[in-house]
């Protein structure tokens, strides 16, 4: 049977790795990206489902076989993300090469993939859990409707407001690269995570709470969402400081 969601995911492993190839933005990283690759690969997924896995614990709980069934769909972008800075900075305390330089061109791709991610999810009907009365509502039949609101037809096209968001923050990323060829370091990691805590955040009101993690009646989601944006914050201000006297010079 195909799934799209595995094939999104599929394409995305391979075309980053031809970025890696072939990116004027991996010329100093190449090398250390081709060794690390599959290392940082492995986290991002373990790291993603993990975290799926957690905040949709309740289903897993009675469905335990599907839990290694990511290829259907099921990958949290919190828990790779979480994953993927963690291999990064094992990599670079490893390659003695500072965390900035490695991340930049890793962040100033992910938005594409992730709206990749988002077409995939819009595909499955996934993460359509509010209803509306716009026009470009997505019907649901009544079997895949949230058993609260299985008297609308008509349901917010998640997916396809952050596949939107993502594209334009790529784009944003992009275009700040080739001005200033990723300088200061840090800065492109920054300005992802502050812009996707965002973006996250003002999506948020459309997901439905089984599209949330709780823990001890937190939202744990949106204090990741809150964190990105303190560290994007954290990551432009230390990168101008430590940029300023080498550009002065």
């Known amino acids: ?29 190449k090398q250390v990206y081709s060794n690390y690759f599959f290392l940082l690969l492995f986290l991002a997924l373990i790291f993603g489902r993990l975290y799926h896995l ?4 309740n289903y897993y709980f009675h469905h335990p076989l599907e839990m290694a069934f990511f290829w259907q769909g099921g990958m949290s972008i919190i828990g790779s993300l979480i994953g993927l800075v963690i291999g990064l900075g094992i990599i ?49 039949p009544p079997s895949q409707r949230p058993a609260e ?13 952050e596949l939107l968001f993502d594209l334009v923050l790529f784009f944003f990323l992009l275009n700040r ?32 709470r089984s599209n949330n993690f709780y823990f001890l ?17 954290f990551l432009i201000i230390s990168a101008r400081m430590r940029y300023a006297p080498f550009k002065d010079n």
């Open 149 to 161: 609101y299985l008297e609308f037809k008509y349901f917010h096209p998640l997916p396809l407001y």
């Open 1 to 29: 049977m195909f799934h799209l969601y595995g094939f999104i995911l599929s394409l995305g492993v391979v075309a980053f790795y031809w970025l890696i190839e072939f990116s004027p933005f991996f010329k100093k990283q």
């Open 92 to 140: 670079a305390q490893r390659e003695k090469i500072s965390f900035s330089v490695l991340a930049d061109p890793l962040f100033l791709y992910l938005p594409f993939f992730q709206a990749l991610g988002r077409l995939a999810n819009l595909y499955n009907h996934e993460l359509l859990d509010k209803p509306t009365n716009l026009p470009w509502g997505i019907y649901l």
């Open 54 to 57: 957690l905040s949709s614990s």
């Open 217 to 233: 009646n937190i939202n744990m989601s949106l204090g990741f969402f809150f964190f990105f944006i303190l560290f994007g914050l």
């Open 177 to 208: 690269a080739k001005r200033n060829h990723l300088q200061p370091p840090g800065q492109i990691t920054g300005w992802y995570f502050f812009f996707y805590g965002l973006i996250r955040l003002v999506c948020q009101p459309f997901r439905g």
